[in-house]
């Protein structure tokens, strides 16, 4: 029993590391609790130093990658670097040690003068690097401020165009901590070997085409010292794998049936966008749903019958453009446990928009149905809603919806997006990020470049209608939006493995859905 109960705490402790977000200055005061606690700084570095080496053997192998060139800052950074060269060496590689800056932290100053007693060469130049298999990264880790410039600049710009891959500790030198932004320049590298806790800049699209593959070097920081920096709500947390598919329903209850599996109401399509609700519909119909309406142009009926004959489909009035002209008198709101509207219906008409923000259910808005909404006043309007409302804009969108939140970073952005109109702001960018009007801010950190593609939103919207439509008590709306994200991003994935990342159509996008959940992924 007690082994059990140490078991789950160890679960609960990396669930919660996995998803804690820092800035710079929140992973300065966590490190110092650990060291005002008594652990020495050198005992962590020997530590840290180890972890890396391991991870680096896992991802290259001393018979494929013999010869390592490794990098060396003058911080602790660079004293992490030695300690990595250092293990390595003892473990068969032969490695060699660039220093281009002569200063350095008296820590990392003695590992240096220990590397140099082994017989290790150490360099202040590149010159020798160019004969590496692979590159290790030490220069510059979390808090760098300043833009790089200079020698060392022009030390990465070369770097970067040398063909080894490159393994940066904690940060690719050059990427600011908490923006992802490129100070002057910076190391473009394949892995990036983010220690002990997820830093902000690595998470945000700027700093996505620099970081390449990201892992977490765990060192096991007290969860008691996280929560008193961050608190046990971090204001931005990291979407997981794990979180997500203790969320998706892929089991049911012996004795259920439709009418307790959920039941949606999707609005949307035109003539111009005939294939957009289709799509949505298909997103909705992978998530398990129940029952399922489509309220559609009357000449669009029979195309959605043939792909989703499952569905409920009204048909509705259309203008002389093939668009929705209004929703029939009969069609009750009360029926339905979430509203999806937006996907193909045009800007031509916003008769029917009137209507769906008085819906007495959970409201997820898309595409038209945004454009539309910017053209009222949007927060009061959302304020007074008797039901969330999920809004699902890409950046541009987001502008449009919220021209007086606009600002150079995102993050702040979408928060007083959401803050002010008491919405989920669900922002589609590279990475996906979840807003809701209180709370943490969620980030995805996978996605694929395959789902910037027409169609792609459309089903993702779906998967959201469909999962609310769904929801369970012990879940709360972020959670079953973060879980329909990540979903959806796992299947962008999957689908870009098996065809590449530009042969991803939003049909296949459908069909790998429900092999993520069977865990093909």
């Known amino acids: 029993m007690q082994a059990k109960h ?5 679960i609960e402790r990396l669930s919660h590391v996995q998803q804690t977000v820092v800035t710079a200055e929140q992973m300065r005061e966590i490190e110092s609790r650990i060291f005002l606690a008594g652990m020495p700084v050198a005992a962590l570095m020997e530590k840290v130093g180890g972890l890396i080496a391991q991870r680096i053997q896992t991802l290259y192998s001393c018979l494929e990658t013999p010869k390592i060139g490794v990098l060396v800052g003058p911080g602790h950074n660079g004293g992490d670097a030695l300690v990595v060269a250092r293990e390595l060496s003892f473990q068969g590689y032969q490695i060699q040690i660039c220093r ?5 932290k008296e820590l990392t100053e003695k590992h240096a003068q220990y590397i140099a007693a082994l017989g290790i060469k150490i360099a202040t130049t590149t010159d020798q690097l160019s004969q590496c298999n692979l590159i290790i990264d030490g220069l510059f880790g979390f808090g760098l401020e300043r833009p790089l410039e200079g020698a060392i600049a022009n030390l990465i710009r070369q770097l970067n165009t040398w063909p080894q891959p490159i393994v940066s500790i904690d940060l690719p030198s050059g990427i600011h901590t908490d923006t992802g932004d490129v100070l002057g320049i910076a190391i473009q590298a394949t892995h990036t070997l983010c220690l002990g806790l997820w830093k902000l800049g690595l998470l945000q699209d700027q700093g996505l ?21 961050v608190g046990t709500q971090p204001e931005v947390r990291r979407m997981t794998s794990v979180a997500a598919r203790g969320v998706l329903l892929t089991q049911r209850h012996p004795n259920t049936h439709k009418y307790r599996q959920g039941h949606c109401l999707l609005i949307g399509g035109s003539q111009k966008y005939a294939g957009s609700v289709i799509l949505t519909a298909l997103g909705a119909r992978a998530t398990g749903i129940g029952m399922m309406t489509i309220a559609v142009p009357a000449s669009l009926k029979p195309l959605v019958l043939q792909s989703v004959p499952e569905a409920l489909v009204i048909a509705c009035p259309e203008t002389e453009q093939g668009a929705i002209a209004s929703l029939p008198p009969k069609l009750s709101f009360d029926e339905f446990d979430v509203i999806a509207y937006g996907p193909g219906v045009t800007t031509e008409t916003d008769a029917i928009i009137n209507e769906v923000l008085r819906c007495p259910c959970p409201l997820v808005l898309d595409a038209d149905g945004l454009n539309l909404l910017a053209q009222h006043q949007l927060v009061e309007t959302l304020q007074f809603r008797p039901a969330p409302t999920i809004l699902t804009p890409h950046p541009g969108e987001l502008k449009r919806l919220f021209p007086a939140a606009q600002s150079q970073e995102i993050l702040p952005m979408v928060k007083q997006a959401a803050q002010s109109s008491h919405a989920y702001i669900v922002s589609k960018g590279a990475r996906v990020i979840l807003a809701p009007p209180q709370g943490s801010i969620w980030i995805n950190p996978d996605s694929t470049p395959a789902l910037a593609r027409g169609g792609s939103g459309d089903v993702l919207t779906g998967m959201l209608a469909g999962l609310l439509s769904q929801q369970r008590e012990e879940n709360s709306f972020s959670e079953i939006l973060c879980s329909g994200i990540w979903w959806h991003a796992q299947a962008g994935l999957l689908a870009a493995r098996n065809r590449t990342e530009s042969g991803v159509d ?11 959940i069977a865990g093909q992924l």
């Open 506 to 516: 939003p049909l296949t996008l459908c069909q790998s859905l429900i092999p993520v």
């Open 6 to 10: 140490l078991e789950q705490e160890i």
């Open 100 to 104: 281009p800056l002569p200063q350095a």
């Open 209 to 229: 085409p620099y970081s390449g593959h990201l892992h977490l070097i765990d060192f096991d920081i007290p969860v008691a010292d996280i929560n008193a920096i």
